[in-house]
């Protein structure tokens, strides 16, 4: 019964002067923080938390969150945004070296680069002819 009693003066009390707990919970956590030792702290918990996010579980669960974090940025047009990273990975996975090989192709007559420039070269030779 006391301890009922107890808790009950308790959650009063933190209601009351919730203001003023607060502060002195800030003030003493000023006074007594170490950055250096909380430094130290998280630097040996890294392994532990580098073995959880290894998890198979973990993973899976934060590329569907991360998925869905990149379409809420899209808002209305979230679905339109699927289905061009959906279109893009199979691009790539049909032809996955494309742009690689474009740049090592330099000179051969296939590459786009190479066919816009020869492109560009003959609208200014024709223009050329005709302004003379």
């Known amino acids: 019964m006391n301890r009922l009693r107890k808790a009950r003066y308790d959650k009063e009390y933190r209601k009351r002067n919730r203001e ?5 919970k800030a003030a003493y956590f000023k006074r ?3 950055p250096i030792k909380a430094a130290r702290e ?3 918990r890294m392994p532990k938390h580098v073995k959880y996010c290894q998890q198979p579980w973990y993973k899976a669960w934060k590329r ?5 974090r990149r379409l809420s ?4 047009f ?4 699927q289905v061009l990273m ?3 990975a199979e691009i790539k996975k049909q032809m996955p070296d494309r742009f690689e090989r474009y ?3 330099g000179r051969h007559a296939w590459n786009p680069v190479n066919q816009e420039r020869r492109r560009r070269k003959n609208y200014e030779r024709c223009n050329e002819s005709f302004g003379s």
């Open 20 to 24: 003023r707990l607060r502060m002195s």
């Open 32 to 34: 007594t923080y170490d």
């Open 42 to 44: 998280r630097k040996k």
């Open 64 to 68: 569907e969150y991360d998925r869905n």
């Open 73 to 76: 940025k899209f808002g209305g």
């Open 78 to 81: 979230a679905g339109a945004y």
């Open 86 to 88: 959906k279109l893009r």
């Open 103 to 105: 740049a090592q192709a």
